[in-house]
């Protein structure tokens, strides 16, 4: 395993596959990045990112931006960020990710609920944060459990999302906010706090969780996000000032401030235009 690398200043358009991956390193950085495009000649049997780590100890993931990262031609996954196999002690922060096929962040791993060789190899997943971060438009609105901001497969246990913002396109009905797309085994001890998710249209939105255990929602805001359709959290461990009016979540005594953090990202991104090519 190398140590100490830094991964820094990159830019990357057009690429066929995965746009950057750093493996297998311990006390590594990866900054200031930039990603569009990732997968432009994505194949059936490939899975493919925009900016990912894989099997890495003690990571600063931070500054980088990812866009428009494709599943064409049969190819999976499409997020613009990953979080792979084994990592550990990862920080993820102040990473923009818009605009991606496959949904803003993956998070996965090898583990399942028997641990297998390359685990005991390589080690564990966990112990990683991912906060205050931006997720815009991300999602397929053919395929609508492709997430808006978070995607989990196995066993990704004891992770912090903390004061990420995630703004949801208004063309995609009944998004995925946060998908367990593996039913091979469940992950635990999650915890989701102090997030924003907001949605500009009204189509609805869902956390398709069902493989997820002992994970805990504190003190996030859901403004305009419908039930409608959704599982999403029981009304009993949302924190004591959520409110449940009607078909809609939200704390009143942020409302303010979330429709002036929704009007001011929409300013900042108004440049950027979405979709797909077909």
């Given at each position: 395993?190398?140590d ?6 990159n830019?990357?358009?057009?690429i066929?596959g995965?746009?950057?991956v750093?493996?297998s ?9 930039i990603?569009?495009?990732?997968s432009?000649l994505?194949?059936?049997g490939y ?5 990912w780590?894989y ?11 990812c ?8 190819a999976?996954d ?11 002690d ?8 818009h605009h991606?096929q496959?949904?803003g962040?993956?998070c996965?791993?090898l583990?399942?609920?028997?641990p ?6 390589q080690?564990r997943?966990?112990?990683n ?9 991300n ?12 995607t ?6 004891c992770?912090?999302y903390?004061?990420?913002?995630v703004l949801l396109?208004?063309?995609i ?9 593996d039913?091979s ?5 999650n915890r989701?706090?102090r997030n ?13 969780m ?9 003190n ?20 004591p ?5 009607e ?7 942020l409302?303010k ?12 991104f ?9």
């Amino acid at each position: 395993m190398s140590d100490h690398l830094c991964c820094d200043g990159n830019y990357l358009e057009c690429i066929g596959g995965d746009g950057l991956v750093l493996s297998s390193a311990s006390n590594v950085r990866v900054s200031k990045n930039i990603c569009y495009f990732a997968s432009y000649l994505g194949r059936k049997g490939y899975w493919n990112a925009g900016i990912w780590v894989y099997n890495v100890k003690g990571c600063r993931f931070e500054n980088n931006e990812c866009g428009y990262t494709y599943r064409l031609n049969g190819a999976e996954d499409g997020q613009g960020f990953d979080l792979d196999n084994c990592c550990e002690d990862v920080y993820f922060v102040n990473n923009l990710a818009h605009h991606n096929q496959g949904g803003g962040l993956l998070c996965c791993n090898l583990a399942t609920s028997v641990p297998n060789e390359k685990e005991k190899q390589q080690g564990r997943w966990g112990n990683n944060w991912v906060y205050r971060n931006l997720f815009y438009h991300n999602g397929d609105k053919k395929e609508p459990t492709r997430s808006a901001m978070l995607t989990i497969a196995r066993q990704t246990n004891c992770a912090i999302y903390r004061n990420n913002l995630v703004l949801l396109s208004p063309e995609i009905v009944n998004q995925s906010i946060v998908h367990t797309e593996d039913e091979s085994t469940f992950c635990y001890f999650n915890r989701f706090e102090r997030n924003l998710f907001l949605s500009e249209g009204d189509n609805g939105a869902r956390f398709s969780m069902k493989m997820m255990k002992d994970s805990s929602f504190r003190n996030n805001a859901f403004f305009h996000v419908k039930k409608k359709g959704s599982k999403p959290i029981e009304l009993e461990k949302m924190p004591p000032v959520m409110s449940f009016d009607e078909d809609i979540f939200a704390i009143p005594s942020l409302s303010k401030r979330i429709q002036f953090a929704f009007a001011r990202a929409k300013r900042a991104f108004s440049f950027m235009k979405g979709g797909f090519k077909s």
